[in-house]
């Protein structure tokens, strides 16, 4: 079967959670199928790789252009029924590139990663297609929870405008993926016609992460995550703003560590605080943190940090959202708290509580080994796809 991949993330380097996950399903379609991949990059020079290079037939590129509010475009799609992102961040040169593709050699399947991605569906609609990771929560958690009548018509416009235009766009799609059972429930209510959908999580290469042998820093939590993302931010503003004071009150010798791109965001305190920004190597350091932190309270999808974290066997304290999408219960996989007061409770327990984090661990790793392990979902997959097509391996 012959693969065309479009991917909104260039997945090297594999530094995002969207970016493993276009790596992990690049590396399983590319045993048995050829993929081509086309995707967008920051930078487009210097991109071949070795890794590439061996899982794709060929890879091109597309510059990427971030979207901007305030643009000329953006503003006019005020006007339009599309979401304005999608009319801002239109590049014709992609519409080409996918066009000149097509041309050359007959594809079985066009594999269309993320809503950017599917967004030029024109441009391959006679070509069996897979929507891959739909995702809906953020979007309507947004329009249901906003505060102000200004938010509220705001998130609500967006979120109006985002299901008309997807009421259009899947009716050129054989089947679309998603990554949670909340994200799949949605589907299948706001979009009966979709007929085809695949729960598909967001898992982890389990045999990447064992033999760690790191001494552990009983006074040390880490955070992993960009703040370019801002549902990071906005994690680790609240738990820096509002738990962390409780933690240091009994604990203050306790330090946090924040990995990843500070974006210039500043936190309302920088005590007993360490962000070393990219690091090369973070399961190294996860591996030797007392408790990995996922209180997120925004954003979508799963958390590979949680996941991450379990494989390593570091126990990890998440909010409600951090942990959603998950099959994952409190007080047997992982602690789980919305309160400032009752987080920082639930991190002193794993600090002082030996057995506690022993059976944390141990039940954590047994449930990414039967769950969340690419080498236990990439087969459902892989006969998903080829199902949309009329051939066989």
Not at 74 to 103: H, N, Q, V, W, Y
Not at 110 to 123: D, H, N, T
Not at 349 to 374: N, P
Request: charge should be neutral; hydrophobic fraction near 45%; proline fraction near 5%.
């Amino acid at each position: 079967m012959k693969v065309l991949f479009l991917s909104r993330w260039f997945p090297i380097p594999a530094n995002n959670g969207s970016k493993l996950r276009v790596l992990n399903l690049l590396k399983g379609l590319a045993r048995k199928h050829e993929v081509t991949l086309l995707s967008f990059a920051d930078q487009v020079a210097n991109l071949s790789t070795p890794e590439l290079s061996n899982l794709c037939a060929e890879v091109y590129t597309v510059p990427w252009r971030e979207f901007d509010p305030g643009s000329a475009s953006a503003r006019m799609g005020f006007l339009s029924t599309k979401p304005r992102s999608i009319i801002d961040t239109f590049s014709l040169d992609m519409a080409r590139e996918i066009t000149r593709t097509l041309s050359r050699k007959k594809y079985d399947l066009v594999i269309a990663s993320q809503l950017p991605m599917a967004a030029y569906y024109p441009y391959f609609k006679n070509v069996p297609a897979l929507f891959e990771e739909l995702e809906l929560g953020l979007v309507v958690d947004d329009s249901q929870h906003a505060s102000g009548w200004i938010q509220k018509i705001r998130h609500g416009l967006t979120w109006f405008k985002l299901k008309n235009y997807l009421s259009r766009l899947l009716d050129h799609f054989d089947a679309v993926t998603v990554v949670s059972e909340k994200e799949r429930d949605l589907v299948q209510r706001l979009f009966p016609s979709v007929s085809k959908v695949l729960l598909s999580p967001n898992c982890i290469n389990l045999a990447d992460y064992q033999g760690l042998q790191e001494e552990v820093s009983r006074t040390r939590l880490v955070f992993t995550g960009s703040f370019r993302y801002h549902a990071n931010y906005e994690a680790m503003h609240w738990f820096v703003g509002q738990v962390f004071p409780h933690v240091l009150a009994q604990c203050p010798d306790v330090e946090l560590v924040i990995t990843g791109d500070r974006a210039g965001l500043l936190l309302p305190s920088e005590k007993n605080i360490s962000l070393p920004g990219y690091v090369e190597d973070v399961a190294v350091l996860i591996a030797g943190s007392a408790v990995a932190l996922a209180p997120l309270l925004s954003g979508g999808g799963t958390r590979l940090k949680i996941l991450e974290a379990m494989a390593i066997g570091t126990p990890v304290v998440a909010t409600s959202k951090g942990a959603e999408g998950l099959d994952v219960r409190s007080g047997e996989h992982l602690l789980i708290a919305d309160d400032p007061a009752e987080f920082a409770r639930c991190i002193l327990r794993l600090l002082d509580d030996e057995a506690l984090r022993c059976s944390l661990i141990t039940q954590a790793g047994e449930l990414v080994r039967e769950k969340y392990d690419w080498k236990v979902t990439l087969p459902d997959y892989l006969r998903f796809a080829e199902s949309l097509t009329n051939k066989t391996i």
